[in-house]
């Protein structure tokens, strides 16, 4: 079997150990959860256990599996009691759920409930106190709701569940090209469609690629680093200009690709340039028109069994930019 094949076998296998810790997790009250908390992590948390001496087969998988949990796990906050503000992701977003703020010593150990106020909501002068700017717009987008406890939550899932395939999605993280069409026998020649590399990977494709770095205005855009991890590094310290930059150029490389591959088509670098600009203004005016209220508007009507008017409402939600969230919230809203 080719080191591939282990490799597949091996992010399997931890996504389904990953499963055990979930329950670990979402489930203390069961008895292997008791179990396994009396002899392996009596006095803390399942996220923070070690292998330990001497220990079973069966912990020492599991504590293999929070390999998997650590890249999507964050907390969902209800009261704010069991949530550190810093170390734990529970930031209301899809991805860089963390802050951003450096950790203040004397707060180390504080729980999110002190960021709350005496009616359950964000404190914003005290968030403004304590956070970098970036922070306070995305500590005033997450919800809460006092009358439930702290609980986990697995980015990326509308449920909040984890999956053993999502699990292994997160190890195995790549797009389909050619490369891994081939693994799956799905065969539509080797080489990169631009320029002929004897590759066609992810990386090479929207990093290193010459139709990629002229598009970049760089030689070296990956730093080293695989493709997903390049761009949260540019996601996740980028304004919006930048962020719509990076958009732009990835979204032309693969309709660029797709049109070479799929309709035998021929474009320059010149001739990407128009749409990546184009595309680039489109979402830079669009951000523009909706970043200054920062939210979404909602509207419901009340209707009884005859279809004849009883009430109704309409308002805005306030630093919300996930449509989903928007979506979850309006019905909040509607319903009181």
């Known amino acids: ?20 810790g979930w329950r670990i ?11 396994l908390k009396a002899k392996y992590f009596p006095a ?9 001496t001497n220990p079973s087969y069966f912990w020492r998988g599991i504590v293999a599996g929070q390999e998997v949990l650590r890249r999507g796990l964050a907390r969902r906050i209800g009261d704010g009691m069991d949530t550190k503000i810093w170390g734990w992701n529970w930031l209301a977003s899809s991805s860089g759920t963390g802050l951003h703020t450096p ?5 180390k150990e504080a729980r999110v409930q002190g960021l709350l106020n005496e009616q359950g909501e964000w404190e914003e002068g ?14 005033l987008s997450t919800p809460i709701s006092k009358v439930y406890k702290d609980s986990w939550r697995w980015i990326g899932d509308a449920r909040g569940c984890y999956t053993v395939k999502q699990g292994y999605c997160v190890l195995t993280d790549q797009l389909e090209v050619r490369e891994n069409l081939k693994l799956k026998r799905i065969w539509i020649g080797g080489r990169c469609p631009f320029y002929g590399s004897p590759f066609e990977t992810t990386e090479h494709i929207f990093g290193e690629c010459s139709y990629a770095t002229s598009l970049w205005g ?6 080293g680093q695989n493709f997903p991890t390049m761009m949260e590094a540019i996601l996740g310290k980028s304004n919006a200009l930048q962020a719509c930059k990076l958009a732009a150029i990835v979204w032309t490389l693969w309709n660029a690709r797709n049109a070479i591959v799929w309709r035998q088509a021929n474009p320059s670098v010149a001739e990407l340039n128009v749409p990546v600009t184009n595309t680039q203004q489109v979402w830079q005016e669009t951000y523009a028109a909706h970043n200054p209220t920062d939210g979404a508007g909602y509207g419901a009507v009340l209707r009884d069994h005859t279809g004849g008017f009883v009430a109704a409402r309409n308002g805005r939600i306030s630093h919300i930019h996930e449509p989903l969230q928007a979506e979850v919230l309006a019905v909040y809203e509607a319903l009181k």
């Open 44 to 52: 803390g948390e399942f996220m923070e256990a070690s292998v330990g």
């Open 218 to 223: 760089a030689n070296d855009v990956l730093h």
């Open 1 to 20: 079997m080719s080191d591939l094949g282990f490799k597949r076998i091996r992010d399997f296998n931890l996504a389904l150990l990953a499963k055990q």
């Open 25 to 35: 997790l979402t489930q203390p009250e069961s008895l292997v959860s008791k179990l």
């Open 103 to 107: 950790c203040i010593d004397e707060l």
């Open 126 to 139: 005290v968030i403004q106190d304590l956070f970098q700017s970036e922070d306070v717009h995305r500590i």
